[in-house]
């Protein structure tokens, strides 16, 4: 399908992450290991802060990430406290930049993995669900999109895990009268430059992949002589399809149907439950 991450803590070059790492975003473009299609080359997307109260900067293209000479750049040139990156893999939707990922509204980004199963189906019934004040800034096509605009439309910006979890009850709700069994898939993330929220959930209960860093403070003892460790800070925190690097101790598998909440340094996490709308 897809992979994804998101960062925060200090300020980093997104190279270090996009590129330098072992099994980088864009190694995993080419080579995932744990995702349902190796090759994610149908699109990707950049999307990062420099205030937390700024509306966010971005940068999508269609092409596949690896080739793009100018992402390579821009990783270099960029660092950010809090940054996104995706890699797509397009499922009924063509490949294009406004189907590509991070989608934006105000100070929100939002990332999607998995899908909404017989999405051509159901669009219609899930998109005039959508607030109609939302409504002319949809410019893609994608299911992703129409997931970030209902989560808008069920409170996003005041109470995030709420209104992902009415998004995801009302996503199975509609597919359910169309006759689908399990109409959704999905790992998502959404921030507003303050805050890291992510959900690991699906109808059938075998969602996608979903893992993030463990304690910066208990690795920076287990590998004191690690300079990334060393940079990120002792509150950096990581969310993302698959690890970047083969460490014991680095990652934790985030458990089916939770959300993680990561802000200032605090990590929460909670039973992700679907509420019919």
């Known amino acids: 399908m897809c992979r994804w991450l998101a960062y925060t803590g200090n300020p980093i070059q997104l190279e270090a992450v996009l590129f330098r790492a072992k099994h980088s975003l864009i190694d995993q473009s080419l080579h995932s290991r744990l995702g349902q299609t190796t090759t994610n080359g149908d699109g990707f997307g950049v999307g990062w802060y420099g205030h937390p109260t700024?509306?966010?900067?971005?940068?999508?293209?269609?092409?596949?990430?690896?080739?793009?000479?100018?992402?390579?750049?821009?990783?270099?040139?960029?660092?950010?406290?809090?940054?996104?990156?995706?890699?797509?893999?397009?499922?009924?939707?063509?490949?294009?930049?406004?189907?590509?990922?991070?989608?934006?509204?105000?100070?929100?980004?939002?990332?999607?993995n998995g899908l909404i199963r017989d999405y051509p189906k159901v669009r219609r019934d899930l998109m005039l669900g959508i607030d109609p004040d939302l409504f002319a800034s949809i410019e893609g096509s994608t299911d992703s999109e129409v997931m970030f605009y209902l989560a808008l439309t069920f409170g996003l910006e005041f109470d995030p895990v709420l209104a992902l979890e009415r998004m995801a009850g009302f996503i199975e709700e509609t597919g359910r009268r169309h006759g689908i069994e399990a109409p959704l898939n999905m790992t998502v993330c959404a921030t507003d430059g303050e805050q890291i929220v992510s959900a690991r959930y699906s109808s059938e209960r075998q969602s996608r992949s979903l893992y993030h860093s463990t304690s910066i403070r208990h690795l920076m003892e287990l590998y004191p002589d690690d300079p990334r460790l060393a940079a990120v800070g002792e509150d950096a925190f990581l969310v993302l399809s698959e690890p970047l690097v083969d460490l014991e101790g680095w990652w934790e598998e985030i458990p089916e149907s939770t959300a993680i909440v990561a802000r200032g340094g605090a990590i929460e996490s909670q039973t992700f439950d679907p509420h019919r709308t």
């Not at 990156?85 to 406004?98: F, K, L, N, V, Y």
Request: proline share 8%.
């Open 54 to 112: 700024d509306i966010p900067f971005r940068y999508r293209c269609a092409h596949p990430a690896w080739s793009d000479r100018n992402l390579r750049d821009a990783a270099r040139a960029v660092r950010a406290p809090l940054f996104v990156a995706h890699i797509r893999a397009a499922t009924d939707t063509p490949s294009q930049e406004t189907n590509c990922h991070p989608f934006r509204y105000g100070r929100w980004l939002f990332m999607h």
